[in-house]
């Protein structure tokens, strides 16, 4: 089993930035990729960005030049850099780790393992 645990999320205003985290622990030894994935109110659940078993890097179109993603592999850490935030950013973050390689690593249904979760909310 992975257990993954998120932290950092909060109330941000309109153009701050945050850094999300994400600790990872348990069997990490099957695990090929992990992902940030959001939850805005009332919609469903969206891909942010993703790491790859070979250290590729992926953030979404919409997001690019605002999010960066990152791993300390050392730390069993993952984070998500956030700048310039909108309101339309609020959500609740989630962190992921899948044993499926080679796959759509921007597919929720990729990945067995979640967080609980952390909310970010920005304000106007």
């Known amino acids: 089993q992975v257990q993954l645990v998120e932290s950092g999320g909060t109330l941000v205003q309109a153009g701050d930035s945050l850094t999300l985290s994400c600790t990872i622990s348990?069997?990490?030894?099957?695990?090929?990729?992990m992902g940030w994935f959001r939850q805005p109110p009332g919609k469903e659940r969206e891909f942010v960005a993703a790491?790859?078993?070979?250290?590729?890097?992926y953030v979404a179109d919409a997001l690019k030049g605002r999010f960066a993603i990152s791993r300390d592999a050392a730390k069993y850490k993952l984070y998500l850099q956030m700048n310039s935030l909108k309101p339309d950013d609020t959500a609740v973050y989630y962190c992921a780790a899948r044993e499926l390689d080679y796959v759509d690593y921007s597919r929720p249904d990729m990945y067995a393992y979640w967080g609980q979760g952390t909310q970010v909310t920005v304000s106007s």
């Open positions: 790491v790859t078993s070979t250290g590729g890097k």
């Open positions: 348990g069997n990490t030894f099957d695990i090929n990729g």
